[in-house]
């Protein structure tokens, strides 16, 4: 790789970490990323393989668990209490 075809590279990077970083700081990234995490919550109506009840459940208090931490990291973003 020649040098000005690295510093371009480092500087795609740089800006795509910005990016990101920023994105990351909204309220509403965290609010599609609870909607995305409640999405995939087991269902009744799902394929389940050889997965036990037990497993299934501890699948789905997983999922809420993620879900309500992106829900209150959306809250802490517009400045509110967390509970």
């Keep these: 790789m020649r040098l000005r075809d690295l510093e371009?590279?480092?500087a795609h990077f740089r800006?795509?970490?910005m990016a990101d970083a920023l994105?990351?700081?909204t309220?509403?990234?965290w609010r599609r990323r609870a909607e995305t995490f409640q999405a995939?919550?087991?269902r009744a109506t799902d394929f389940t393989g050889q997965a036990s009840a037990e497993d299934?459940?501890?699948r789905r208090m997983r999922l809420a668990a993620v879900t309500l931490a992106c829900?209150?990291?959306a809250v802490f973003m517009?400045?509110?209490e967390v509970e």
């Design 23 to 25: 994105q990351e700081a």
């Design 15 to 17: 800006r795509r970490v």
């Design 56 to 58: 299934i459940e501890a």
């Design 78 to 80: 517009l400045g509110g």
């Design 27 to 29: 309220a509403a990234y």
């Design 8 to 10: 371009e590279h480092v």
């Design 71 to 73: 829900r209150q990291r």
């Design 40 to 42: 995939a919550m087991p």
